[in-house]
């Protein structure tokens, strides 16, 4: 509401006159800069997602809007935020970023790829059932098949510590974790992100929550770590469970079933193709071996589709 003087003319009696009068005028203002966020809220054995169309609308999320998205009882609500953009490089599709609930970029989340897959061929963004897509830590190939089921390839695995990155004399394919007062045997590796994987005789008892905090935030992982625990059942299925960087503990992790796979692999305990138990449900990993990439099938199911005033969070 605004006051201000006007000065009127009008015709009167005597003829036409000017007076001033006090004028009280009403304004409705529009905030030109309020964004209005379409998504879309998907999930992959329950890592849940919210999924955004970076190329059909402009947006430039911050990590405290993306936090507040992320939170569950007063956002929308999710483990990750996928962010679809056009390409930065010739011979890839999309560029894919993935923002965590606590509003880091990071370089890989393998349940996201396969959501992100199924995304961009829904919104009509390519009609390609092999999509190339570059991440900051990789480039990745989604393959889309019946029913929604996605196949990922992870790339390469990465043991080198340096590149990890991971504090290591030299590279192995076991490490002594100090944690707690204890030492954990573990493997450190990268597959597009970093992971320290851990065996235990029963995955439902074994103590994630308690242990998943001091591995991920552990001196010797420069940049953080998803900390992996992983029960062997046979040559041909395990039962893993994940602590998240940045998240914490999810009922699956696409990365780190791979991660706990190509461990297992590394010790000797596991065949090529494995079935990899989550809280979620079943993913199946290939890998066959050093140099060779890891390859991850799953399902993406789609949830909702959704708008969100960004200011009003």
Known sequence: MRFELEKLRF??????????????????????????????????????FIVIDGISQQLDISAEQARRLANRKHGIGCDQILMVEKPQQTGVDFNYRILNADGGEVEQCGNGARCFAVFVRDRGLTDKTSIRVQTTGSLMTLNVEADNEVTV?????????????????????????????????????????PHAV?????????PVEEL???????????????????????????????????????????????????????????DEKVDVILRGGPLTVTWQGQGKPVFMTGTATKVFDGEIDLDKL
């Open 11 to 48: 015709n009167g009696l005597t003829g036409w006159h000017e007076e001033w009068f006090l004028a009280i005028t009403i304004h409705e203002f529009i905030d030109i800069n309020v964004m209005h966020l379409q998504f879309t809220k998907m999930q992959g054995l329950g890592n849940d």
């Open 153 to 193: 390839d992870m790339g390469v695995p990465e043991f080198e510590p340096a590149n990890i990155p991971f504090t290591a004399n030299e590279q192995r394919d076991a490490y002594k974790l100090e944690v707690n007062g204890s030492s954990l045997k573990i493997a450190a590796l990268a597959i597009g992100n």
């Open 198 to 206: 851990h065996i235990v005789d029963d995955v439902d008892a074994a």
């Open 212 to 270: 998943g905090p001091l591995i991920e935030s552990h001196a010797r992982f420069p940049n953080r770590v998803n900390a992996g625990f992983m029960q062997i059942l046979d040559k041909n299925q395990i039962k893993v469970r994940v602590y998240e960087r940045g998240v914490g503990e999810t009922l699956a992790c696409g990365s780190g079933a791979c991660a706990a796979m190509v461990a297992g692999r590394l010790w000797g305990l596991l």
